[in-house]
């Protein structure tokens, strides 16, 4: 049954460890303001961590990646709102290489993968996913995998020659094959190329702790989907690389869930 809560605890993933003080400030004023309560805000210090502590009620909102969304979705936990970027709601995965590179989606044998987390949807369990619906075993294919931690670190690790391959996020198919390197690696744009892209997945979301009060559960929608009308709306909506926020479908991770959930 829901209960009372004195205190709204809200979990970020582990990419925001380093999280600016101002920024953290600015998003504990926003939910205080939209809930009457205090904020506390911390970052999980993994994906698994994130999962559990709001399955566990030690958290009360948690911003999710996909994939999260999609273990906490199946675990009977919807989510109440998602991202919404370059007015999209969905992303894909991009299997990358140097731009210069003879490197042939048919002949993977041999080659060094820099990949960002083993519970990344873009830096890793798309194209994961996609390489083993063709038939190749990761394990077997690559002669080495790293996991670097971030999407800069290891586009970085291909552009020096460090990886052959890394896997990227890119827009959805009707904006074009697209790879926006620039906004995470400026001046190197052109670097790159796309091997091939995956099937789509939905934007990073905001899942809430089973038995939130259903009024607690409305504050919260409101202040996400209004957030863009708010003074300090832009610089929440950036902390979120987000344009605005729409209201979740339900069971919208469900594909995502089934498509990857052997990956792990």
């Known amino acids: 049954m829901p209960r009372k809560l004195s205190v709204l605890r809200l979990a970020l993933p582990p990419s925001y460890a380093r999280l600016d003080p101002e920024k953290k400030k600015r998003l504990e004023q926003f939910l205080g303001f939209a809930t009457s309560l205090p904020v506390e805000v911390t970052a999980a210090p993994t994906y698994d961590a994130l999962a559990a502590c709001l399955l566990s009620g030690e958290t009360s909102i948690a911003w999710a990646p996909p994939f999260t969304c999609a273990r906490l979705e199946n675990a009977g936990i919807p989510i109440l709102v998602r991202a919404i970027r370059r007015g999209c709601s969905t992303y894909r995965g991009a299997l990358v290489c140097?731009?210069?590179?003879?490197?042939?989606?048919?002949?993977?044998?041999?080659?060094?993968?820099?990949?960002?987390?083993?519970?990344?949807?873009?830096?890793?369990?798309?194209?994961?996913?996609?390489?083993?619906?063709?038939?190749?075993?990761?394990d077997r294919a690559f002669s080495s995998q790293q996991f670097v931690g971030s999407?800069?670190?290891?586009?970085?690790?291909?552009?020096?020659?460090?990886?052959?391959?890394?896997?990227?996020?890119?827009?959805?198919?009707d904006l074009g094959a697209t790879l926006n390197v620039e906004e995470l690696l400026p001046g190197?744009?052109?670097?790159?190329?796309?091997?091939?892209?995956?099937?789509?997945?939905?934007?990073?979301?905001?899942?809430?702790?089973?038995?939130?009060?259903?009024?607690?559960v409305r504050a919260l929608e409101q202040a996400f989907i209004g957030v863009d009308e708010l003074p300090m709306g832009p610089d929440l909506l950036e902390l979120f690389h987000a344009e605005r926020f729409e209201l979740a479908p339900k069971n919208g991770y469900r594909s995502l869930y089934q498509s990857v959930r052997t990956l792990r």
């Not at 044998?109 to 038939?135: H, I, N, P």
């Not at 997945?201 to 702790?209: C, F, H, T, Y």
């Open 151 to 173: 999407y800069q670190a290891a586009l970085t690790a291909v552009i020096n020659g460090k990886a052959d391959l890394a896997s990227f996020y890119a827009p959805p198919a």
């Open 98 to 138: 140097q731009a210069g590179s003879s490197i042939h989606l048919e002949h993977l044998d041999g080659l060094r993968a820099a990949w960002v987390d083993r519970e990344s949807t873009g830096g890793y369990l798309l194209v994961a996913a996609y390489l083993k619906g063709r038939g190749v075993d990761l």
């Open 188 to 216: 190197k744009q052109g670097l790159l190329r796309a091997l091939a892209f995956t099937d789509e997945a939905p934007n990073d979301g905001v899942a809430l702790a089973p038995f939130t009060p259903p009024l607690l």
